[in-house]
């Protein structure tokens, strides 16, 4: 506790280092994710060759990882443009298959009447499938957030700073006291991301509260994950 | 490109063959080590998933615990249990099969929740006793989902063996430790697409494996996504089953 | 002969589903329990094959307490078709129905070839003996369900909704085979199901229940038709409108019935016998 104390500079240092390397990547794997998903969704062809690259994708290991982008894209191996780009193709990886399913999941009565009360293509999408699909991609999302934010401390083994860099530091120094104290403020961190995020979906997806959506959702969601 | 052709000169060059440090046997060292972690957690697991799954009893625990598992940042992991065991392969041991438990814990019980609840019904309606059951009814039925789940914990314990060899002397990740060490790329680059490769055969062999225990008769991969007449309470949400961090 | 004895039946969340029920159920004839959501119907079902015990009261089997019989043997005694036909999903339609006297070792050979002669009985066609139940219509999964039911030949024979899921075109046929059925095994049945029309058709004793499976009525159709107990009956039955309440009105020579609207419903003609009667109260 003494050394927890004595550091708060340190540990806050970090967790912004963290915030910044792990933020983006949920951010832009939402983004990128939802066109994809749609197009795996849409199209049959689409489907097989997208749910079959995000696959692969995740199951590579992270550190080979981040060693590999560099020599495709060019940035240095220490740049946290480089943890970025890892982090968000596992999010991607994790989010497509999400978001096919979603939509997928998506009632085809529902579909049926907003075509026939005249929705027209992309009003269907943005205001129909993609508000009702909302909860399986919260689901998805805040299993990328939790999972960004811990994924994003192995950076620390090729010293891109982040709060993994309190174990590396902390294995090397032998000081457990800062190897927990960065284990509690990932977590805590994830919990917060987490938490900010089921927020936003009250917010969002106000309808969600009613029980039967939101299991539903949570179904699918889990489904999605455990064949992803 | 060229940083590839380097990266592939290196894994093809004779010299990185040979002794206990070389490519065949690093790589052996990182199978092994993987499958024993999956072994070790899947005796642990499967038992007391399909008991969960069985019972229904004891579900929240296990989907707080591995949720809470899932958080924890593996690196932290090992780095912590390497200060209280010291150097060696005793703290990746434990580690890896702590971070194996949750997924396949999840996909042994999930393989059971994911059954009709009419089919585990009727089957006891005509007469069989619980373990007949749990033998000739669940197990098959839950198998491909009990897979999925030593699959995602087989590809996680693959990445984070790559990990541990920042606290022991242990698998393939020696390789991208010691190229990080004397800033020899073509070694860190060759040591990486060496577990990468690893990794896609361990998940190519996971997928067929995965298709061959689907029961004949059970048309679609995935359980059914809506079951209206379950009789249990609808799962939460179990981050468990997803794969886990690397 | 199954007696109920004074059975209630409280879950453990507090519903009472079932409060001091006693009656009666006849061998070989087909008692119908017939109610809506909640009347406790599928829960008295259930309790005759141990699925659900009574937390108070007894039920007899031909005079033995089933209270004192192992559940699992119980059941293997005992026939159940279900809505859902509860088939083993990856099992073929011949190892579904060998369930029971493959659990009961049976050898596998004898068990398969009384299976298939099963299968004929239910009017399903042989070649279907190697399919997986997701490769069959729902009525043919239904009419695997009923194989498996029969298949340690039984002298009881519990059927919960079994018609419930498949179109009414296939249902009519459904119900016709099952008096078909019954006409020659004579088996003790006992059916549940929220509909008045094919409680009608199958039950040679009908009992409706309200709330709580509390009774309302026993008695063969044709005394409940004639005589509703009380409103609730009498409305449940509907004894008092439509096609239930006929009247007669002669025009030129023939005798029409007309229903509670002024509808014609029919003629009246002189009785004649015929092979298959749907009249429920044709002798069978």
């Known amino acids: 506790m003494t050394w927890f104390w004595s550091n708060l500079d340190l540990l806050w240092d970090r967790t912004l280092d963290h915030l910044i390397l792990s933020v983006p990547p949920i951010l832009l794997s939402f983004l990128i994710a939802v066109p994809l998903g749609w197009l795996a969704n849409r199209y049959r062809a689409g489907r097989g060759v997208i749910l079959t690259a995000s696959g692969l994708l995740y199951a590579i290991p992270s550190l080979p990882l981040f060693f590999v982008i560099p020599a495709i894209v060019g940035t240095s191996l220490r740049s946290p443009l480089n943890l970025v780009i890892a982090l968000t193709i596992y999010g991607v990886a994790l989010m497509v298959r999400v978001v096919a399913d979603g939509l997928a999941s998506v009632d085809k009565d529902v579909r049926q009447s907003a075509v026939a009360v005249g929705y027209s293509g992309w009003s269907i999408f943005w205001q129909v499938e993609l508000p009702l699909a909302g909860p399986v991609l919260l689901a998805g999302l805040r299993v990328v957030a939790v999972s960004t934010v811990s994924l994003a401390t192995v950076g620390a083994v090729i010293g891109a700073q982040s709060l993994g860099s309190l174990f590396t530091d902390g294995f090397q120094r032998g000081i457990q006291a800062e190897i927990i104290a960065g284990i509690v403020l990932t977590v805590a961190l994830a919990l917060l991301l987490d938490g900010a995020l089921v927020l936003l979906g009250r917010v969002l997806l106000p309808w969600t509260r009613l029980a039967a959506t939101d299991r539903r959702a949570v179904r699918v969601a889990r489904i999605a994950e455990a064949s992803a | 490109m060229n940083l590839f052709v380097d990266a592939v000169n290196w894994i093809l060059d004779p010299a990185n063959f040979a002794g206990p440090g070389g490519i065949p046997a690093r790589t052996i060292e990182h199978l092994v080590f993987t499958l024993v972690a999956v072994l070790m957690a899947s005796v642990i697991a499967i038992p007391v998933g399909f008991l969960i799954g069985h019972t229904g009893r004891g579900r929240s625990l296990a989907v707080a615990t591995s949720g809470g598992l899932r958080a924890i940042p593996t690196l932290g992991l090992l780095t912590l249990v390497a200060l209280w065991v010291g150097i060696g392969l005793g703290a990746p041991y434990v580690a890896l099969t702590v971070l194996a438990i949750p997924p396949i814990l999840a996909g042994a019980y999930a393989g059971f929740e994911a059954i009709d609840r009419s089919v585990i019904d009727s089957a006891r309606s005509v007469g069989m006793s619980e373990s007949q059951i749990v033998g000739t009814v669940e197990i098959p039925l839950g198998l491909p989902l009990l897979i999925a789940g030593i699959r995602s914990a087989t590809l996680q314990v693959v990445a984070t063996a790559t990990l541990a060899a920042y606290v022991a002397d242990v698998g393939l990740g020696r390789f991208l430790f010691a190229g990080l060490k004397t800033r020899d790329y073509a070694e860190m680059l060759g040591g990486s697409l060496l577990v990468i490769l690893l990794a896609l055969v361990l998940e190519g062999i996971f997928t067929v494996v995965q298709r061959l225990v689907v029961p004949r008769g059970v048309a679609s991969q995935r359980p059914p996504v809506d079951r209206a007449r379950s009789a249990r309470p609808v799962p939460g949400i179990d981050p468990a089953i997803t794969k886990g961090t690397h | ?284």
């Open chain 3, 1 to 284: 002969m199954i007696e109920f004895r004074s059975v209630s039946k409280q879950f453990p969340d507090g519903t009472l589903a079932v409060d001091d029920f006693s009656l009666t159920l006849p061998s070989r004839q087909t008692t119908v329990l017939v109610g809506s959501s909640g009347s406790g119907k599928t829960t008295l079902l259930r309790m005759i094959n141990r699925m659900v015990d009574p937390s108070s009261g007894t039920i007899e089997i031909d005079g033995a307490d089933i209270a004192q019989l192992e559940p699992v043997p119980l059941r293997r005694g005992i026939g159940y078709v279900m809505q859902d036909s509860g088939l083993l999903p990856h099992r073929t339609v011949i190892d579904n129905v060998a369930t029971v006297p493959l659990l009961r070792g049976v050898p596998r050979k004898k068990a398969r070839a009384e299976a298939l002669t099963l299968l004929d009985t239910v009017g399903l066609d042989q070649t279907l003996a190697d399919r997986y139940p997701s490769q069959l219509s729902g009525g043919q999964q239904q009419r695997v369900g009923v194989a498996r039911g029969l298949a340690v030949n039984p002298n009881i024979l519990l059927m919960d909704e079994p018609f419930g899921a498949v179109d009414p075109i296939v249902r009519a046929e459904l119900q016709q085979e099952l008096i078909r059925l019954q006409s020659e095994l004579g088996k003790t049945v006992v059916f549940v199901t929220h509909d008045i029309e094919e409680a009608f058709l199958l039950g040679d004793q009908v009992v409706i229940l309200r709330d709580g499976g509390r009774i309302a009525q026993v008695g063969a159709p044709a005394e409940i038709l004639a005589n509703p107990a009380d409103d609730f009956v009498a409305s449940f039955v509907g004894a008092d409108r439509g096609k239930r309440a006929l009247h007669l009105e002669r025009r030129g020579d023939s005798d029409l019935l007309l229903d509670s609207e002024g509808r014609l419903a029919g003629v009246l003609v002189e009785p004649r016998q015929t092979a298959h009667s749907p009249d429920p109260q044709a002798p069978r």
